[in-house]
């Protein structure tokens, strides 16, 4: 495989809490335009590890580097969280986190890409080409009704998907999302994973969930992990064959999909 | 070196009233996340306690009992500083829960009233309270003299800490108000009463504040912003030590007392304000999260 | 309705500006029988101007600045040193001579120029404001963390404005000065007086103006993003430290001017404008008048001081401190909105729920 088609590179990633390993030695790599999926039990460390690729945890040891298109590599850890953004990197966090006292419309105008300096945020008007991105974006997710509404008003699961939609609208690179399925139905996950497939054409994404059903229908990749360790790697047939995957995680797994 | 010594004594005399004041502070912080303004007008409470307490032996005792009205004091200025936490909490500091910045202001609001009616009761000048024939004079080892008078402000303040000690760690009910702290919503599911809780941990950080007022009261006059003087001095020291634990604090008032006299002894005390201050914010360049670490999956609480 | 929610505040400050314009005529017609009242005036403008600033940070922002009043003596100070020196014809003061000086010190020489002393208003509460938030919001320190470094901080800058008492006349102040356009004391100075007045009036025009201006576009809505999920907005990709720092300066530099503003009408500057409970009670003000709208700050600027003057004289001066600690400590529990909250949220849902009522009553 070509080095130019790897995304993003996790190079032997420990972090230490306290004398508690939450990773130990995790390598992996993400290819450019697939669906990534990390799976594995409560405690296993998926949320630790996007939390050290965004730059919300500092590792102990290892590295993890970012493949932009078109230009040189860059090294994510050790950056600040707001230029790792900038670089192309976002993340959609568990709880869904959006700015509850303004407006759908302005949640989407402060994701934007670009323009994130004090200058630019004070003297420049947000351009009708934006706009109208922000407003095919939400039809997507099918919020463009409510664009005017308070962010705080909105339901849990509209909640996760405007802030899907920010994601979507700031076109990063790679997009990380830690379990956008948490508070949707069946109907809308299965929408979320079309969505996903769709958007894979103009960047890669990773993403935590537990909801196999999900995995089945949108994972190119799926890694596994196991308290802190990198289990095995390979498409989902692969893992949902593997005995030590069905032994550690999916036997137990049923509680999860609920 | 006898100056040395001799700021040793004042600056750990000196930590050991901010440790009481922000003792209650800490502890407040780190159950409610409330920070409680209107504290140092417990100080200035206990203080006055203590004022009022001599007044009633002089009047009305015979003179030689006289003496022992300081120990009256501590526990009538404790007794006091307790209930009127007690109301405070139940009244004004339940409804604010979680709100930090409020919290901060509305007790100001409290603080004002307070130092109003110290005003109107007592006065706008100062009284001064005499203290106990026994604390006159103090023990003299080489060239150094540790007077009395702050001999037995350590004392008491170790006394106090100790007792805190016991009632945090080694109590049922210290159990349970740590299990508050850490875990609200699940220490409430186990049964645990947490309101009362509160109350009751609010009110001992205010008795303990009033304590710290009669302390005061044996170190210079008292007057409706004493408690001021003393008040930031103790806020510095839980952002220095953290919340929720006794070591913490402890440490945090000390650097806090002993800073500002040493710097006082040598240069001024303008000087010494200020670079309490600096190491304040040079301590939070180090350690800007060390005071206490939320780990949660949202992101911002 | 929607047109009046939204330019509602804009009609309110305007007629409060009206109404301030009418104040030397009323004087001059007779309906006011004092020149104090303009002069008062004239500090209620200072006050709402440092009102605003305090607004932007604590209100749009979230950060709590309990230090406010050091700024707003910076700004003032510069003022009075510059107006000292018009008096004194750029000789030494009296309180230098006093403390053993035999010539005008350096830090006072750049006050002899009008346009210096000027930029100096803005410049030093900047300057100080930017060293300050700079260390702090750099490790992201904040909520109740930096209100209580910003009072210590203000405490700190007290003690040394006593101390160095040579060069500031320590507790006293710089007392005794006349205003940038001379003295406007007694009938003859009544038109420099107005004229004062008027330039006050603009700047708190200009100040309202630019800061509706910087809180209705995307800035506007960061500084809301920062108060409401901090975390969350450096997460998409805003370098929330240096937004932070940016507004505090604003702040800063607002508070300076109402401090410059306010000597002039004042007459004097003392260190007890920078102390802990003269910041907060500014806050007081803007938490009363309502926070996160910015004519809530100028509205609760005017009205406490407007009921303080009418209220503080004689025996009622004790009674205002409870009536104001009380105030304040109901409007934090239960009117989060102040004044501005109560009429803009609590009275049309008040209303509303009548209405139901009534519906339902009707239906049964």
């Known amino acids: 495989m070509a080095v130019n088609d790897v995304a993003l590179e996790i190079n032997n990633i420990s972090v230490c809490f306290d004398g508690f390993y939450a990773l130990t030695d995790v390598r992996t790599r993400v290819m450019r335009n697939t669906v990534h999926f990390f799976i594995g039990p409560n405690g296993a460390g998926k949320t630790t590890l996007l939390d050290i690729i965004c730059a919300r945890t500092k590792p102990t040891a290892g590295t993890v580097i970012f493949h932009p298109k078109n230009r040189e590599p860059v090294r994510l850890t050790g950056m600040k969280e707001y230029k790792i953004v900038n670089e192309g990197v976002g993340r959609k966090f568990q709880v869904p986190s959006v700015f509850v006292n303004l407006s759908v419309e302005e949640n989407m105008i402060l994701a934007l890409k670009g323009h994130k300096g004090i200058f630019d945020s004070i003297f420049r008007k947000t351009t009708k080409e934006e706009l109208e991105c922000i407003h095919n974006t939400l039809k997507r997710v099918s919020l463009d009704g409510k664009s005017g509404e308070r962010a705080g008003s909105l339901a849990h699961g509209e909640k996760q998907w405007l802030e899907i939609a920010m994601q979507l609208v700031s076109k990063p690179e790679i997009i990380m999302l830690d379990e956008p399925a948490a508070g949707m139905g069946k109907p809308e996950t299965f929408k979320t994973g079309e969505i996903l497939k769709e958007i894979k054409k103009d960047c890669t994404i990773i993403v935590i969930e537990h909801d196999m059903d999900f995995v089945k229908q949108a994972a190119d990749i799926v890694t596994v992990l196991h308290e802190g360790k990198f289990l095995m790697e390979g498409n989902v047939n692969e893992v949902l064959a593997d005995k030590t995957v069905q032994a550690v995680y999916l036997g137990r797994g049923g509680e999860h999909d609920a | ?301 | 309705m929607k047109s009046l929610k939204k330019k509602g505040p804009d009609i309110c400050f305007a007629m409060i500006a009206a109404v301030l314009a009418c104040a030397p005529l009323m004087l001059n017609a007779g309906i006011l029988n004092s020149s104090s009242i303009v002069l008062f005036l004239g500090k209620c403008i200072a006050f709402a101007i440092v009102a605003i600033g305090i607004d932007l940070i604590w209100g749009y922002t979230g950060i709590l600045s309990l230090g406010h009043g050091l700024y707003f003596a910076l700004g003032g100070y510069c003022m009075a040193m510059y107006l000292k020196l018009q008096e004194t014809g750029g000789g030494i003061t009296d309180f230098m001579h006093i403390g053993g000086m035999t010539e005008l010190p350096l830090v006072w020489r750049p006050f002899n120029y009008f346009p210096v002393a000027l930029i100096l208003i803005i410049a030093v509460p900047g300057t100080v404001a930017y060293l300050i938030g700079y260390f702090i919001f750099r490790n992201r320190v904040k909520g109740v963390y930096f209100s209580i470094i910003s009072q210590a901080l203000t405490w700190a800058g007290y003690s040394i404005f006593i101390a160095l008492s040579p060069y500031t006349n320590g507790n006293v102040g710089i007392t005794e000065i006349k205003t940038i356009l001379g003295s406007i004391k007694g009938e003859a100075h009544k038109q420099a007086m107005f004229e004062l007045f008027y330039i006050s009036l603009a700047i708190l025009i200009v100040v309202y103006a630019a800061a509706r201006f910087l809180t209705s576009g995307k800035f506007g809505c960061l500084l809301v993003a920062i108060r409401d999920g901090e975390n969350r907005t450096y997460f998409s990709g805003y370098k929330v430290s240096a937004y932070k720092n940016f507004i505090y300066v604003v702040s800063a530099v607002t508070a300076g001017i109402a401090g410059a503003v306010f000597v002039n009408f004042n007459g004097s500057i003392t260190p007890s404008q920078m102390t802990i409970s003269y910041s907060i009670a500014m806050v007081i003000w803007v938490a009363i008048g309502g926070r996160g709208t910015i004519i809530g700050a100028v509205i609760g600027a005017f009205l406490i001081n407007l009921c303080e003057y009418n209220l503080s004289s004689g025996s009622m001066v004790e009674i205002w401190q409870y009536i104001i600690g009380a105030a304040f400590c109901i409007t934090i529990l239960f009117f989060k909105g102040g004044i501005v909250g109560i009429i803009t949220e609590q009275i049309p849902a008040v209303a509303e729920k009548l209405k139901n009522r009534k519906k339902k009553t009707k239906e049964a």
């Not at chain 2, 139940?90 to 109003?116: K, M, P």
């Open chain 2, 1 to 301: 070196m006898v100056q040395f010594i001799n700021s040793l004594f004042n600056g750990i005399s000196l930590s050991s009233i901010i440790l009481l004041t922000s003792l209650g502070l800490a502890i407040t912080f780190g159950l409610m996340r409330v920070i409680n303004m209107a504290h140092g007008e417990f100080l200035m409470i206990g203080a006055y306690m203590t004022y009022v307490v001599q007044q009633f032996f002089i009047h009305y005792l015979p003179e030689s009992v006289g003496d022992l009205y300081y120990i009256a004091a501590i526990p009538f200025a404790f007794g006091v500083t307790y209930l009127l936490g007690s109301l405070l909490e139940r009244f004004v500091i339940s409804h604010l829960y979680g709100r930090e910045i409020d919290s901060l202001l509305a007790t100001w609001g409290i603080s004002l009233i307070l130092q109003q009616a110290a005003r109107n009761i007592f006065g706008t000048q100062g009284v001064n309270v005499t203290a106990p024939s026994f604390l006159n004079g103090g023990v003299t080892i080489g060239k150094c003299t540790f007077s009395w008078n702050r001999l037995f402000i350590i004392l008491m303040v170790a006394v106090c800490m100790f007792f805190i000690w016991i009632i945090m760690y080694r109590s049922n009910f210290g159990k349970q108000m740590r299990a508050v702290m850490q875990n609200r919503t699940m220490a409430q599911c186990m049964g645990i009463n947490s309101r009362k809780v509160d109350n009751i941990t609010f009110s001992i950080g205010s008795g303990l504040a009033g304590i710290a007022g009669c302390s005061v009261a044996l170190l210079g006059s008292i007057d409706s912003t004493v408690g001021q003087n003393y008040i930031v001095n103790s806020f510095m020291a839980v952002v220095l030590g953290g919340v929720g634990k006794l070591l913490g604090t402890v440490l945090g008032s000390t650097i806090i007392g002993s800073a500002s006299i040493f710097t006082e002894n040598y240069t001024s005390s303008t000087i010494a304000k200020a670079i309490v201050l600096l190491i304040v914010i040079l301590f939070l360049q180090k350690r800007p999260q060390g005071l206490f670490v939320i780990k949660s999956r949202s992101l911002d609480e």
